[in-house]
């Protein structure tokens, strides 16, 4: 008696070219474009959902929410209308040319729609006027902090509504372009503060202000300096190594990593070099070009922002920081099952009024306005 041999089914990518299978040629009407695989018999169009999440992702827009932090006079405004190439800062759309020095930190923000070849995109700039420039700047973090957990909450509120939006606006803080004085010295203890404190919940990008008042080896000697000392306080800025994907995205961090902090100049202004039109700041000694990277590090920091980690960026808020926060407040809300909150939040349940990084119960989450100017400006 014999035995019927057994057959396996086996998947196997098929190479037309190598095949000995002719696949039928399909006529198309003369005007019309094949679609893509046409007349590859082994196309199954699996690539088109490319295509059709590029479709849907232009027709929804893109959101980008940046907080700029630093003391007054070191150029947050115009970094800003530079990286975007428009009057985006709070101040260039202000109806008074000239405000004091708010006494205390204040907190506002200004809405645009950019447009560019078909893609939409809100972007939002969170401005702190105020910050470190009191006589005492001591905790002067705290408010920004709250800012931040404020927008944790809204979001977190909206998404665990019964009858939710369909789409949840996302006013959180993806990144915080900090601002360093450019002292070429060592950082002051009010920059070691808000980074030690902030790193945890938003992204950091720490950038040296007006770099240009600094030369070359100044500058060098800086950058090494801030990056011995963010690894002394133990400040993890953006990009977190922590967070690194696979060899490719470590490989491409660690140079990013090796530059921080970014050495940028701002202008708005546009001068002709060689025939060319460029952004620039026009000296006795010559045109301090901002896009080159021979003069600054502006190029490095405008890739970072918008051509290359923006998404990541973004997916960074939403799944490790926003996440910390959610977890921890539902569990404050739920309690463990033992009954007990989680580990360092006994103090923080029992007196909420004296820890000023306790998180805003949820019926405070609309009790922002007072503090949070909005302007919305089309473009």
């Known amino acids: 008696m014999h035995s019927e041999p057994k057959m396996e089914l086996v998947w196997s990518e098929v190479n037309p070219s190598q095949s000995n299978m002719s696949a039928p040629q399909h006529q198309h009407p ?24 590029r479709r849907k992702a232009m027709k929804r827009g893109f959101e980008l929410n940046i907080m700029v932090v630093g003391q007054s006079g070191l150029g947050k405004s115009t970094l800003m209308n530079t990286l975007f190439k428009s009057n985006v800062s709070r101040k260039s759309v202000s109806s008074t040319p000239e405000e004091r020095i708010p006494k205390t930190i204040e907190i506002k923000s200004i809405s645009h729609d950019i447009e560019e070849k078909g893609v939409r995109m809100k972007l939002t700039v969170i401005d702190t006027p105020g910050f470190g420039d009191q006589i005492n700047n001591e905790n002067c973090w705290q408010p920004i902090m709250k800012f931040i957990n404020d927008q944790y909450e809204q979001y977190l509120q909206e998404e665990i509504n019964i009858d939710r939006k369909k789409r949840i606006p996302d006013s959180r803080v993806h990144c915080c372009i900090y601002f360093i004085p450019p002292t070429g ?4 203890p009010l920059d070691v503060e808000f ?20 030369t070359l080896e100044e500058r060098d000697s800086f950058k090494q300096t801030i990056r011995e000392e963010l690894r002394a306080n133990g400040i993890d800025v953006y990009p977190q190594k922590e967070f690194d994907e696979d060899a490719d995205d470590r490989m491409i961090n660690e140079k990013i990593r ?122």
Not at 30 to 48: E, Q, R
Not at 197 to 205: A, D, P
């Open 195 to 214: 980074m030690r404190h902030l790193s945890n919940v938003v992204n950091i990008v720490p950038v040296i202000a007006k770099a240009d008042t600094l």
């Open 185 to 188: 010295h060592c950082l002051r």
């Open 258 to 379: 090796e530059m921080i902090p970014f050495a940028v100049v701002g202008s708005d202004q546009e001068y002709q070099v060689n025939g060319k039109r460029l952004l620039g700041r026009k000296t006795k000694w010559g045109t301090i070009e901002v896009e080159n990277i021979a003069h600054c590090e502006f190029a490095y920091l405008r890739d970072l922002l918008i051509r290359t980690h923006m998404q990541n960026i973004k997916d960074i808020t939403s799944s490790i920081h926003y996440e910390v926060y959610r977890v921890r407040r539902l569990n404050e809300s739920n309690g463990q099952p033992n009954g007990q909150p989680p580990n360092g939040q006994a103090n923080l349940q029992a007196n909420p009024q004296d820890n000023p990084q306790a998180n805003p119960q949820p019926q405070q989450a609309n009790g922002l306005a007072a503090q949070h100017q909005v302007l919305t400006h089309e473009m």
């Open 30 to 53: 003369p005007g019309k474009v094949a679609p893509p695989g046409a007349g590859d018999f082994s196309y199954v169009g699996i690539d088109a959902i490319l295509e059709q999440m």
